[in-house]
Each structure stands twice: as structure tokens, then as C-alpha cells.
């Protein structure tokens, strides 16, 4: 067992590099809150996209605004008891890693393909979301049945495709957010400009611990920042009138509420579960990356078969929890593997001080509305070094592969095909079902896993790696 996982009685500040011990609470917070906030905002992205278009089963009629703020609550609440699985399994359910789960974007376009059907409409989609949580679940479980089939090779393309993946999404949130009106306003630049300097500067100016504070201490700055160009009038960055809005239509304090118990019960259509299953297949193997990222990049080691099946089985079955209270589908959020890879901080103890962060602003809406109205300026000038950490580990991965001809050729065709079909100017799949367009288009860690995974299956070793079999 290596140091950075010996098990230490006493509670130390030390212990944060460790993934066991305690931590003492008053630094074990911090750390835990700066996780929630940089995973804060893209948790809830989409369940606003989905759920805003998703139609009410049978009719024309969407979710009102008071529905969306109770799922938004659900979103958080979910994400904190995924990210406890995680960290402390029941069973077989759990990794022991490090790991934040959140919600994924991954499966925008085949949601929004069934909750806009008024045949199936939100009802229908969290019914395929619970079926294909219990399906990746069971997938997870049966790991050790099909893990020899993702080399190293293609584990490291999908990691680097992962922090490929993330580059713009870092980039958008620094312009102002993807859709804004004022993208690229010169106080979105100036402000996700002076973040990101605070948080370099605090890396290497902060002494011991405190330095691999510098994502919540930009953050912080940033926000304050923004709050004064908003009170001067220079620049509206924060909108503080969610706060007050989340209080009159949900109040101060409320319980996540399941989706049995309300007005909109689920629906389980074979036909929408099978448009799901396979994006929850393209999940699995970003949470084999992300997985394989932590281990790498936190702990110095391969990841472990128990590790694997668990972080799947937690990936699957904390979806269909998520789906039990009308959210949306959980996976390992990479924005935080970009964090720990960092930090290096891989602490569970104080990871689970995040997750318990979460589930309280689930409980304490107006504290969540809080949370939210942190700017996408900000969150990007924070970004964009993390994202950019996580491409660094699948490198440092793809080192660690044998440099021939077939490395050679399933790296290129998995990059130019996988990251390529997100950059075409049309619809590549436009002679198809829809929902192949929906999954490659616009996800290069589909394409790249694909790719990757066909190439290292069906192209013949070289020699030297037949003798050594």
C-alpha cells in the first residue's frame, strides 16, 4: 500500500494528500466547498435544457418554473449521494476514489429526443432514465467480463478526448456562457482573466496546503469582483434576483420530492430505453477514463477491478436514483477529476464535506440559487487549467503505451474521426437515425472510445507484443 493510501489514526492537515485519515473540519471544508463550486453551474446546466423543453406526457404543455426549481434541487441532492456512494460504497456499489458525481451532459440530445415526444414527453424520459441506470449498473457489476477488451491504449484516448471535450467548454464559460448575449464582453474577458491570474498566483504564493486552495480563492475573487461591477452599474455579471425568486416559489427550506409522488409518474418505454442504453455505454467509458485519470494522476497506480466495477456500478445506479426524484442522469464529473489530478488533494474525507455541501443546498434552495448565481466568467478563468490538467494525464498515459505502427494508426483515426465529426459544418450522420447524430456529433469522447476500441480489437499486434503475451 502506498503512502498517499496508508491509513493514519490521527486527524491531520497532512491527510489530504492521503486518500484515507481525517482531516480537520475547519480546513476540510474549504477543500470540500471549492469541489462543489467547480462543479456547481455545469451540474445544473442541463437539467434547465432538458427540462425547460421537455413536454408534459400527451400534451403540448411544458414544466412550470416552480417544477424546474424542485429539480434543480433534486440535481444536487442526487449528485451528493452518488458522490457518498463513491467515496464510502454499500456493497459493491462504490469505488473509494475520489470522485464527484454529477450530472451529464453527455445525454442532452437523446433526452431532449424523448421529453420533446408528446407520446413519451418527461414522463417517458425518466423512465428510460431509471431503466438504463439499472442497465449500466449491471454493466458496471459484470466489469471483470469485458475490461481486457479497453486496453491501455484506448483508456488513455479517452481520457485525452475527455479534456479535448472540456476545452471549449471552458473557453465558453469564460467568454460569458454558451448562449449569452454579452459573450465576449470586454468584462467577461477582464474578469475571467483576472480569476485565472489569482488562481496561478495563490498556487505558487499560498504556503503548504493552502496553495492547492487557489481554484476557491479565484473563485471568491472573482465573485467579489463581480459584485462590485454589478452594484456600480459597470457590468451586469450577477443576477441576484434568483436568490429572492427560489424563495417565493420554493421557500426556505424544502425535500427532495420522488417523481412517484407528484403529478408526473414514469413511464417505461422499451423504445426510449434502447434510444438511452447506448449513451449510458458512452458513459461508462468516460467514467473508465475519469477513473483511470484519478488513479493515474492521484494516486500514482493503475486502477483496480473492484475500483472499476464500483465507480460503474455507482455511475448506473445513482442515475436511476437520480431518475426516482425526475432528474437526469449522474456520471464522474470530469471538471473534478481536473481538480484532484491538480490539487492533488484525494482526501474521501474531504471530498465527502463537498458532497454533504451538496445535499444541504439541496435542502436550503435560496443557498443553492446563491451558488448559482456564481458568474460563467468566473467558473471559466477557473477552468480552463483543469480541464486542460486532465488532457495532461491521458498523455501521460499514452506514454506509458508501446510506440509503433498500431499504436500510431488507432491514436490518429480515433482522433481525426472522434474529434473531427464535432467540427464538421453539417450533420454527418444526417443519412441516420437521429440519435447516432445526437451521440457522435457532438461528443468526441463517443467518437474517440469507438474508434479506439474497434482499432485496438481487430488490428494485429506486432510482434513484439505477441511474444510478450
Not at 45 to 71: F, H
Not at 254 to 270: A, E, G, M, N, R
Not at 398 to 427: H, P, W, Y
Amino acid at each position: 500500500m502506498s503512502n498517499k493510501e496508508s491509513n493514519t489514526p490521527q486527524t491531520s492537515i497532512e491527510n489530504v494528500y492521503r486518500l484515507n485519515g481525517r482531516v480537520p473540519l475547519g480546513k476540510a471544508i474549504p477543500f470540500g466547498l471549492q469541489h462543489v463550486l467547480a462543479m456547481f453551474v455545469s451540474n445544473l446546466a442541463p437539467v434547465l435544457i432538458v427540462c425547460s423543453a421537455a413536454l408534459i406526457r400527451g400534451t403540448s404543455q411544458t414544466l412550470d418554473s416552480a417544477e424546474i426549481t424542485r429539480l434543480l434541487q433534486c440535481a444536487m441532492f442526487a449528485a451528493g449521494i452518488g458522490t457518498c456512494l463513491q467515496l464510502y460504497p454499500v456493497w459493491k456499489i462504490g469505488s473509494r476514489l475520489p470522485v464527484v458525481m454529477g450530472v451529464s451532459f453527455t445525454f442532452l440530445g437523446s433526452l431532449l429526443m424523448i421529453c420533446t415526444n408528446p407520446d413519451l414527453g418527461y414522463e417517458g424520459m425518466v423512465g428510460a432514465v431509471i431503466l438504463g441506470g439499472i442497465f449500466e449498473g449491471l454493466v458496471g457489476l459484470s466489469a471483470r467480463y469485458w475490461k481486457r477488451f479497453l486496453t491501455p491504449v484506448v483508456s488513455a484516448c479517452v481520457v485525452i478526448a475527455i479534456g479535448l471535450s472540456l476545452l471549449p467548454v471552458g473557453m465558453d464559460s469564460w467568454g460569458g456562457g454558451t448562449g449569452s448575449e454579452t459573450f465576449g464582453s470586454w468584462y467577461h474577458l477582464l474578469v475571467g482573466g483576472i480569476t485565472l491570474i489569482v488562481c496561478l498566483v495563490s498556487r505558487y504564493k499560498l504556503r503548504g496546503i493552502y496553495k492547492n486552495l487557489n481554484i476557491l480563492v479565484g473563485l471568491v475573487v472573482g465573485y467579489l469582483l463581480s459584485a462590485v461591477f454589478t452594484v456600480a452599474g459597470i457590468a451586469p455579471m450577477i443576477d441576484f434576483s434568483g436568490i429572492s425568486k427560489t424563495i417565493q416559489e420554493v421557500g426556505f427550506f424544502s425535500l427532495p420530492q420522488l417523481v412517484f409522488f407528484t403529478d408526473h409518474k414514469p413511464i417505461f418505454d422499451l423504445g426510449a430505453f434502447f434510444t438511452i442504453a447506448i449513451v449510458y455505454l458512452v458513459s461508462a467509458a468516460e467514467t473508465t477514463g475519469a477513473t483511470t485519470a484519478v488513479c493515474k494522476g492521484g494516486l500514482g497506480r493503475d486502477i483496480q477491478m473492484e475500483e472499476l466495477q464500483g465507480a460503474l456500478a455507482v455511475d448506473g445506479f445513482s442515475s436511476a436514483i437520480s431518475g426516482c426524484f425526475g432528474c437526469l442522469p449522474l456520471t464522474s464529473f470530469s471538471q473534478n477529476v481536473g481538480l484532484v489530478t491538480m490539487t492533488g488533494v484525494i482526501n474521501r474525507f474531504t471530498i465527502l464535506m463537498g458532497a454533504l455541501i451538496m445535499i444541504l443546498t439541496s435542502l436550503f434552495p435560496p443557498l443553492g440559487a446563491f451558488f448559482n448565481s456564481l458568474p460563467q466568467s468566473v467558473l471559466g478563468g477557473c477552468t480552463v487549467m483543469m480541464f486542460g490538467s486532465i488532457m495532461y494525464e491521458g498523455v501521460k498515459m499514452l506514454k506509458d503505451c508501446e510506440f509503433n505502427d498500431r499504436t500510431m494508426i488507432i491514436v490518429s483515426l480515433a482522433f481525426c474521426v472522434g474529434v473531427g465529426l464535432t467540427q464538421t459544418s453539417g450533420n454527418f450522420f444526417a443519412a441516420f437515425p437521429s440519435f447516432i447524430g445526437d451521440i457522435f456529433n457532438g461528443n468526441a469522447v463517443a467518437g474517440v472510445f469507438v474508434i479506439s476500441l474497434l482499432l485496438s480489437l481487430s488490428l494485429p499486434m506486432e510482434n513484439k507484443e505477441q511474444n510478450s503475451k
